[in-house]
Each structure stands twice: as structure tokens, then as C-alpha cells.
């Protein structure tokens, strides 16, 4: 009798196990007031493609021998058109050489999504004279670009801003770019109802991204001995920072009826 009471247990602990991992976690739930406007958006936005950039050969030996973690695509390409041949001559032979004060790597401790950033559009129906519902939808009354942008100056923005769009993007599965435009005209084709002796407000909003953490700096060598090469860096130091990332082609809608003008 233990030994089936055992067995069910055990039957049963991997059956919650298995349910618990088969359940998908999504953290970041699109609200259905969000909607996809990249088929309707009359300006083309371009899609921003960051690809982790992959190390050559001889720039992964150099970063595993780093004593910081180097994250930075644009150090990593630099190193990827770096060379150093080995020579049974090289005894004796010594030589540091500087690159210079990098962004290393990005470390993300929070993302969260603003879907009503920026109020981008306005339609609105004034049917307090009427004597039926009509109905109001989205169409964009002028063009509007939305930036995003660091929270505070940083030396060499350009390479955190990417480390940080990459994260971002990777946690989010969201098209995100710094910048982003909603064409005049575009529209979508969900109705909202306006009743009799009322006005409707339809309400639209860009939302964006926003990603803080912090980002490591330092001073970075190479440093070659003999056959051996390797990478260190000096005087390590580490800086918060924040960003707003605006979604591409994503509009977030809040539709308010009133009985009087807003």
C-alpha cells in the first residue's frame, strides 16, 4: 500500500511539473485597444534589422579572454577586422595596444510598455442633433513622427542606444525603433458606435518602450605576448540609464462618448 501511495505521488508530481512547464508565460499581453497599422500606414516605415553581429574566430578567442562580458556590436566588428599571426619567432615579442574607453555591455533591469505614449490623432462625430447612431473610425488627420531617445546624455549614445534596442526587441518581440512615422491618411475599418444627442472622441496614441538598466564602460586593450593575445580592460566603471523605444506601426485607440464638448 506505501509503495502504490509512493508511486501515485510521484505519477502525480510529475504530472503538475509537466502543466506547469507547458504553460506559456507571456509577460507583455498587447491590449485589444492596440492594433497592427503596418498594411494601412502611408508612410513605410523601415524595419529596423539589428542581427546580433556574430564573432570571427579570432575576435571570440579575444573577448573569452576579456575579464568584462563585451556585448557591444560595433567593439565586436571592429575586432572582426582585426588580425594577429602567430610565428614560432613571436618569443620575447610584447606589444599593448588601445582602443580605447567603450560601451561594454548592456545589463536591462526593467521594460515596461507605455501604449499611450504619445496621443497622435483625434476623430470625433458630434451627433447631438441627430436622430439615428452613426458611427466614427480612425483615419489619421496629419502626419505624425514619433522619437524616443537615452534619458540622459552618455558618452558614445549611438552604440547603447543599440545594445539597448536589441534587448528591448528581445524581450518585447515588439517592432521597435528610436524613431518612427504615422502617415497622413491612414485608417483602419473598426467602427465605433456614436448614440443620439451625444459626441464621440476617438483617441489615438503611439506607444513605446520603456527600457532602463544599466550600461559598463572601460578601457580596452589588446595585449599580445609572445603567441598569446588577449584582451583587457581598465578602469571598469558603470552608469544607469533609461530610453524611450517607440513600437512601429502599432496604434493604441481610447474611444470616450460625452454629452458635451471635451
Not at 159 to 176: C, D, G, R, S
Request: with cysteine.
Amino acid at each position: 500500500m506505501k509503495k502504490w501511495s509512493f508511486i501515485c505521488f510521484i505519477s502525480f508530481f510529475f504530472f503538475q511539473s509537466s502543466v506547469i512547464a507547458a504553460e506559456p508565460v507571456q509577460k507583455y499581453t498587447i491590449p485589444n485597444s492596440v492594433m497592427d497599422i503596418s498594411k494601412e500606414n502611408t508612410y513605410p516605415n523601415p524595419t529596423q534589422d539589428l542581427p546580433y553581429l556574430q564573432p570571427s574566430k579570432f575576435a571570440k578567442e579575444l573577448i573569452k579572454s576579456a575579464n568584462v562580458k563585451i556585448d557591444n556590436p560595433e567593439l565586436i566588428r571592429l575586432l572582426n577586422e582585426s588580425s594577429a599571426t602567430t610565428t614560432p619567432l613571436a618569443i620575447g615579442y610584447r606589444a599593448n595596444i588601445y582602443l580605447g574607453q567603450w560601451p561594454l555591455n548592456y545589463q536591462s533591469t526593467e521594460t515596461a510598455i507605455n501604449w499611450e505614449y504619445q496621443k497622435i490623432n483625434t476623430n470625433f462625430y458630434d451627433n447631438r442633433s441627430g436622430n439615428a447612431p452613426q458611427k466614427i473610425s480612425y483615419r489619421q488627420e496629419t502626419q505624425k513622427h514619433i522619437r524616443g531617445g537615452l534619458t540622459a546624455k552618455i558618452p558614445n549614445e549611438e552604440a547603447v542606444k543599440k545594445m539597448m534596442l536589441l534587448t528591448a526587441m528581445k524581450k518585447t518581440n515588439l517592432p521597435l525603433a528610436f524613431g518612427t512615422v504615422i502617415g497622413i491618411g491612414t485608417k483602419k475599418d473598426r467602427a465605433y458606435n456614436v448614440p443620439v444627442q451625444k459626441l464621440g472622441y476617438l483617441y489615438a496614441y503611439a506607444p513605446a518602450v520603456n527600457e532602463k538598466g544599466k550600461v559598463t564602460y572601460g578601457e580596452v586593450y589588446v595585449v599580445l605576448k609572445g603567441n598569446k593575445k588577449r584582451i583587457v580592460v581598465k578602469n571598469i566603471t558603470t552608469q544607469g540609464i533609461g530610453a524611450w523605444i517607440p513600437v512601429q506601426d502599432r496604434v493604441s485607440f481610447s474611444y470616450v462618448i460625452s454629452g458635451s464638448p471635451r
